[in-house]
């Protein structure tokens, strides 16, 4: 996504999560990236891991 649109084979993409997600493609990139806007606030980002998955936290997949 990020290599498309500076390289300009891609011409937007409105799947960019800044400033923290996507902050090193970002900070590579910008020189060649026009800041368009935001288009959603006050969302979040995080893993979701089915009921039926016998583990409570991302410290637990180490026993898996």
Avoid: F, N, R
């Avoid at 996504?1 to 996507?22: F, I, N």
């Avoid at 910008?30 to 039926?52: C, E, F, N």
């Amino acid at each position: 996504m990020w290599t498309g649109v500076a390289g300009g084979s891609v011409d937007a993409t409105a799947a960019a999560w800044l400033p923290l997600t996507h902050a090193d493609y970002w900070a590579k990139d910008k020189a060649q990236v026009d800041d368009i806007g935001t288009s959603m606030t006050g969302v979040m980002s995080g893993l979701v891991v089915p009921s039926y998955v016998p583990i409570d936290s991302i410290e637990d997949l180490k026993t898996q």
